[in-house]
């Protein structure tokens, strides 16, 4: 039997309450198919920051690069300033193995009171592809006379040919994989007269390799209007590491919560593990309240599920997770529900369990 490696790492705030509720989950999954998992759990974040004066250890990498994937919950602690939690642990991860492609798939799941009126689950069922290694987050620039009125500060957003070429080239081949076959680049090259320029040219040349691909150009001010007045034009996105980031969120707000958004820090090549977390952050407000959604870990779950190939169990997980959702007595507070963390794990496994035992009735 298959045994998957999987690195656990719960991070800060609910963070720790959702990742071992993901690896429920998968274990319950597990439990009715022909693969296991072999879960390894890292005390990485806040805490070990405080103990070691690091939030992970200088040969972390090392302890990771043999796994099959990695489940991460969120970096953030009130206590600590958010540039060290940030580059301390999720983007020395994600740059360390040169995660270039971050993907947050966004759709309105059934039972869930989606914002937007006038506006079908048909309508929104996008995926934001964010270039994840370079641009506004390539953490270039540096401080100079710190206290004194002649101080500087500088982030410089580098972007390279290879980058945007890899991310472009990636997020065409998915768009292409869709029904739609629909891709939005979004740029801000009216102001950035340089980098978003490169970055538009890329586009246009990438393009003639997927003549089957309906693609146009959006800057990125216009995008957040479009996305709220138009969401049925769009269908997968493309976009530097910071619009992105700032893109999806306004997505995942308009599909009803950040507490079910999932996001995949993708290694297309597969030279290292590729890591999978919700996008909702620490959370420290509710932590330890036993109110955090895991849902959106749940789908990280399933994004893990298909890169390990696992297509048909990761099905089998998406289909739990909307009967979940279809119930509202199962929402939590985020959903405007009073259902705890620990009533909507319990509620994926057995309907996993179930399936399980239907398959083996069928066999």
Known sequence: MKVYKIACIPGDGIGKEVVPAGQQVLQALAATQNFGFAFTSFGWGGDWFRAHGVMMPDDGLDALRDQ???????????????????????????????????????????????????????????????????????????????????????????MTRAGVERIMRYAFRLAQSRPRKLLTVVTKSNAQRHAMVMWDEIALQISKEFPDVTWDKELVDACTARMVNRPASLGTIVATNLHADILSDLAAALAGSLGIAPTGNIDPERRYPSMFEPIHG????????????????????????????????????????????????????????????????????????????????AA
């Open 68 to 158: 099959d994937a990695i489940l991460f919950g969120s970096a953030g602690d009130p206590h600590i300033p958010d540039h060290i939690t940030l580059w301390g642990l999720r983007l020395k991860i994600c740059q360390g193995f040169d995660q270039y492609a971050n993907v947050r798939p966004t759709r309105i799941l059934p039972g869930i009171d989606a914002p937007l009126k006038r506006c079908t689950p048909a309508q929104l069922d996008w995926v934001i592809v964010r270039e994840n290694s370079e641009g506004e987050y390539s953490g270039v620039g540096g401080r100079a006379h710190q206290g004194h009125p002649i101080e500087v500060a500088t982030d410089v957003s580098m």
């Open 282 to 361: 620490s959370a420290f407000d509710i932590m330890g309240k036993g109110l955090a959604n895991p849902v959106g870990t749940f789908w990280s779950c399933v994004m893990l599920l298909e890169h390990l190939g696992e297509n048909t169990a990761a099905q089998q997980l998406m289909q739990a997770i909307e009967a979940v959702t279809a119930n509202p007595a199962l929402h939590t507070r985020d959903l405007g529900g009073k259902a705890t963390t620990a009533q909507v794990t319990a509620a994926v496994c057995a309907l996993l369990a179930q399936g399980g035992a239907q398959q083996a009735h």
